[in-house]
């Protein structure tokens, strides 16, 4: 099993409407990764869909995903242009958030959050996730 230091929240900057498929299909169609970004989605009803599993590195932040879970919620930016980084986050998104990071913490409770802006010159996840999720 990896080591895990870091549990590190994105947002698709997307459509809310998106699907975990929709993910998997951008980063390797697309993109053409050999994997996705993230290894949990959460998409707009809370669902959580596990993308990869959590042994195997992740294309979440580029320095930093051999010891990182990235985990990523669709939205993230305006619904119109798709270009104003918002907090779109629904109630049923901060839910399913926050119970997947408590889990994941007692799982590797050496890990911290982080955004992926604390990394980046980026926006994402468009919230402070280390202050919000500082209690876990």
């Not at 929240?9 to 929709?22: F, Y």
Request: proline fraction near 4%; hydrophobic fraction near 35%.
């Amino acid at each position: 099993m990896r080591t895990i230091n870091k549990l590190i929240v994105h947002c698709t900057a997307g459509n809310m409407n998106n699907s975990a498929q929709d993910i998997v299909n951008y980063h390797m169609k697309v993109l053409k990764w050999s994997r996705p970004g993230y290894h949990f989605f959460i998409d707009k009803d809370g669902n959580v869909t596990q993308l990869i599993p959590i042994d195997r590195i992740s294309n979440g932040v580029k320095g930093h995903n051999a010891d990182s879970i990235n985990i990523v919620y669709a939205g993230g930016v305006d619904q119109e242009t798709y270009k104003i980084p918002m907090d779109t986050r629904t109630p049923a998104q901060k839910v399913a958030l926050r119970k997947l990071l408590t889990n994941l913490r007692s799982q590797f409770p050496r890990a911290k959050i982080y955004g992926h802006r604390d990394f980046a010159n980026k926006s994402c996840p468009s919230f402070d996730a280390k202050t919000e999720y500082a209690d876990i």
